[in-house]
């Protein structure tokens, strides 16, 4: 199945710096690769996803990029804010046989300080 | 309904004692996962549903979790004989579709096994 790393484990930035998180993943076949915020106490929800038909996207201060050939993709928020504290995880599709579901990685604890 | 609805919000039961949890998905979400989430941990996958059967049962920790769905629509997740390793947040997913348009997750179950 599909194995996901992602680093750091935890990031700290000053407001206004970016902040990049990656992952890799192993199943070369993948083709769709999430990325999900979750504040303390909430839901995940997606704030970004890419196809493996286009290598960068964007959406105001966030972005992600996909490196097809090395199996890893990026988040980069730039400008940050405290609002954007939350833990990240990205996700690549896992299948067993013909179901498939979303691998996530052990997501990022981002801290966005004054 | 507008969004993923699970309930209870909170559980908190005896060991040894059953327990179920239910989702409603977004209407018209074919694809139904849950997830397991435990304290500061990432998701890790139990069950997928395509309608109202499971081609994806893998994540099932043991015997003691079973889970089905009724009527392409809600679903209950069980665990029966609950043990302290059971605590966690249980979070349900739908999608239109399979994976490959991304996730809306409820809020979670959070089961306390004291």
């Known amino acids: 199945g599909e194995n996901v790393e992602q680093h750091p484990s935890t990031l700290s930035v000053q407001e206004g710096d970016s902040a990049v998180i990656k992952c890799t993943y192993s199943d070369s076949a993948s083709n769709y690769f999430p990325w999900y915020k979750q504040e303390l106490g909430k839901r995940p929800q997606l704030i970004i996803d890419?196809?493996?038909?286009?290598g960068e996207k964007k959406d105001q201060r966030i972005a992600v990029t996909l490196n097809k050939t090395a199996k890893h993709f990026s988040l980069h928020i730039t400008e940050t804010q405290p609002e954007d504290s939350a833990v990240y995880f990205c996700a690549a599709p896992s299948h067993t046989g013909t179901a498939s579901k979303l691998t996530f990685g052990t997501g990022t604890r981002l801290q966005v300080t004054l | 309904g507008a969004g993923v609805s699970q309930s209870p919000s909170n559980k908190v039961t005896e060991k040894g004692k059953d327990v179920e949890l239910r989702c409603d998905p977004i209407?018209?979400?074919?694809?139904l996962y849950w997830y397991r989430q435990s304290l500061g941990q990432g998701l890790e996958f139990l069950i997928y549903?395509?309608?109202?059967?499971?081609?994806?049962k893998s994540g099932l920790p043991s015997d003691r979790f079973s889970a089905e769905r009724t009527g392409g629509s809600v679903s209950t997740l069980t665990i029966q004989r609950t043990q302290q390793e059971d605590s966690a947040v249980y979070l349900c997913?739908?999608?239109?579709?399979?994976?490959?348009?991304?996730?809306?997750f409820g809020s979670g179950t959070r089961l306390t096994v004291v």
């Open positions: 997913a739908s999608s239109l579709q399979g994976h490959f348009y991304g996730y809306t």
């Open positions: 209407s018209g979400h074919t694809a």
């Open positions: 890419i196809r493996s038909n286009v």
């Open positions: 549903f395509q309608g109202n059967s499971a081609p994806d």
